[in-house]
């Protein structure tokens, strides 16, 4: 029978450098992975692709792919949503391909009932001072929005125990190839 593609999920607080961490990850030659896309309510930022990073969506559309449960997970997150569509996960993991989801700590859980069977992988920054300049570095938004995802962050680190695995984020990509090494020792497994 054809092996179905395994399911990982890269989680972690936010600003602790998934996304670089997920494209280095990819980058890898040889590496095969679907990265699902979600769907945001939150505004587009510069420089980001709208089908490459998110599906930009209004809350009126993401509460249409919640009733007619399009969505395999979804969570708020600083007073937007968030969420992974469900069909495409599903139809890449049948054709034997591994999907990588980039999530936050809420929808994880959510994922975690389902697929108990689901590569977890928490990222978790040097130090708090390493995540903090992060966040303040990267971010176009202004001072409220930015405590509210820096005391969110303090939240999110409690969760590093449901995971399966902990990367810390010092190099992106000794992280990258770190995520790399556990996937592969799945399939052996
Ligand atoms: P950002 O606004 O910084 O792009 O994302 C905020 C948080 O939402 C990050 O932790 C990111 O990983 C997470 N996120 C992105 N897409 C999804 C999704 O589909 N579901 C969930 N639960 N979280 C997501």
Redesign the pocket.
Known sequence: MKRRGNLIIL?GP??VG??TIRKALMAIPGVNLYYSV???T?SIRPGEVEGKD?YYVTREEFEKAIAEDNLL???E?VG?Y???PRDKVEAKRDQGIDVL????V???QKVIAKCPDAITVFIVPPSFEALESRIRGRSTECEEVIQRRLNKAKVEMEYAKDYKYVVVNDDVNEAAKKILEIIKSQDIA
């Open positions: 989680s936010s600003g998934k996304g979600s769907l945001t939150r998110y997970e979804y969570a997150f937007n968030y969420g992974t989801l980039e999530i936050e809420n929808g994880t």
